[in-house]
C-alpha cells in the first residue's frame, strides 16, 4: 500500500510557476508508476502527465505539454510536478496518483490517491 501526500500548491500570477511534490509513503514506490489529474470546480477530474516507473517515459495531456514537467526521484519516494508560464486556466486541486505496474491515464485505473493541492492562477 502506498499513502500520497501532495505540496507546493498556491496562488500564482499567470505566467508565473510552481512546482508540486508528491511524497510517498509505503514499501516499493519505484513499482508504481506516477500520475498527477486536476480537477477545476464544476468539471471532471483530467489528466495532466504520467511518469513510468524508471522514468524513462514520461506522458503529458495537450494542454499542459512544453509547460509542465513531471519527474520522480526513486531514492527519496518523491513525484514532482514543474509547471511554468501558469494559466488561470490551470486553477484546479491537483492531486497525484499511484499506478502499480504500468501506466494509466485514466482516473478509474489508478490505485491510490493523494488528497490534494489547490493551485490558484490569478489573471
Known amino acids: 500500500q502506498v499513502q500520497l501526500v501532495e505540496s507546493g500548491g498556491g496562488l500564482v500570477q499567470a505566467g508565473g510557476s510552481l512546482t508540486l511534490s508528491c511524497a510517498a509513503s509505503?514499501?516499493?514506490?519505484?513499482?508504481?508508476?506516477m500520475d498527477w489529474f486536476r480537477q477545476a470546480p464544476g468539471k471532471e477530474r483530467e489528466f495532466v502527465a504520467a511518469i513510468t516507473r524508471s522514468g524513462g517515459n514520461k506522458y503529458y495531456a495537450d494542454s499542459v505539454k512544453g509547460r509542465f514537467t513531471i519527474s520522480r526521484d526513486n531514492i527519496k519516494n518523491v513525484a514532482h510536478l514543474e509547471m511554468n508560464s501558469l494559466r488561470p486556466e490551470d486553477t484546479a486541486v491537483y492531486y497525484c496518483?499511484?499506478?502499480?505496474?504500468?501506466?494509466?491515464?485514466?482516473?478509474?485505473?489508478?490505485?491510490?490517491w493523494g488528497k490534494g493541492t489547490l493551485v490558484t492562477v490569478s489573471s
Open positions: 509505503g514499501r516499493a514506490f519505484s513499482s508504481y508508476a
Open positions: 496518483a499511484a499506478k502499480l505496474g504500468g501506466l494509466a491515464s485514466q482516473p478509474n485505473g489508478m490505485d491510490y
